[in-house]
């Protein structure tokens, strides 16, 4: 393999019922801050049926190149066709660099386009930066639960690849004046190649807002006590017009839903405000929320290290505070 043919980051870009997911466009924005150190430019790849337009919006956000797959055995997402493409793709083009986001479908294709083009994949990255050196991609990403963070390079293989949890990276600011160079990929695809048949898709039907694009979130732990406490906590959201999260202890027990839960093996968000409210403050929680705007927390235990990452914090009992906080807010925004 000459690493040198590899050349440009390419990044797969999810598509459901022809809407862009949001990670992609954060990809896009890391890609082009690790394409400026490399002197190279940003691809966004995109499959699927009837999704011509969607190359504009993909622009806007910093792509310099579209890559079109149109073809209806791509409709829906399944792992062959998929697999089968992105394999071509890199066979033909020679990305140096490939990222996925580490959604249900990032997760299900990167593995098996790696294994197919032979070369590594680092999943659930947290961190993605270019070696000041040997121009190498370093892959960040927890391990051994989240104790150690290990950097992971791929110094002789082609692509480097890599999956990022939604939620980790930031997007850049639209430019609806962007262009970029928009080519069709043509690929003969045939129905036969569709091991998987897709009989019909239910839609998960939800009036909740989806944690990561909550604006304020009241997050709850253990310390809260009880399911019945949480009522608590909502009375307080409901004030702020705020979402409700907690952490995996409150899942564990039964107290909130797995979709609730924030930190390594839940979700990452970045809200404006977050308020921890009875969360010690593991490493793990951590990892889904530090990058908050502005930490508030509240904990009896003065030692608690959620304090140290916390702009603000209360020490003392929630039960006694929160109905006091709850009652002022509801004077300072009626
Ligand atoms: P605790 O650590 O038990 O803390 C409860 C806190 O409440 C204490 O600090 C206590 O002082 C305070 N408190 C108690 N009563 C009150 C009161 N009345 N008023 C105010 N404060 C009070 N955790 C996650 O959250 N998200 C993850 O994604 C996640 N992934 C994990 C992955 C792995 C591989 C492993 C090993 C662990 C993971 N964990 C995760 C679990 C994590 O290690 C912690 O166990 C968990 O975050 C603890 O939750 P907690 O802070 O709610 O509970």
Redesign the pocket.
Known sequence: MNLQDYKGIFVFTQQVDCKITGVSFELIGKAKELASELETDVTAVVLGAGINTLAEELAAFGADKVIIVDNPELKDYTTEPYTQVMYEIIEHYKPEIVLYGATAIGRDLAPRVSARVHTGLTADCTKLEIDTETKDLRMTRPAF??NIMATIVSPRHRPQMATVRPGVMQKRKKDPDAKALVEEFKIDLKPNQNYVEVVEIVKKVSDKIDIMDAKILVS??????CKENFKLLQEFAEVLNASLS?????VDAGWTEKEQ??????KTVRPNVYFA?????????L??MEESDIIIA????ES?P?FDVADYGIV????K?LPILTEKMKIELA
């Open positions: 639960g989240g709850g732990g253990r310390g809260v006590g907690s952490s995996r202890a409150c839960q924030v930190g390594q093996t839940g409210i009875g969360i010690s403050g593991a490493i793990q929680h990892a889904g509240i904990n009896k235990d608690a959620i003392g009992d929630y039960q505070i």
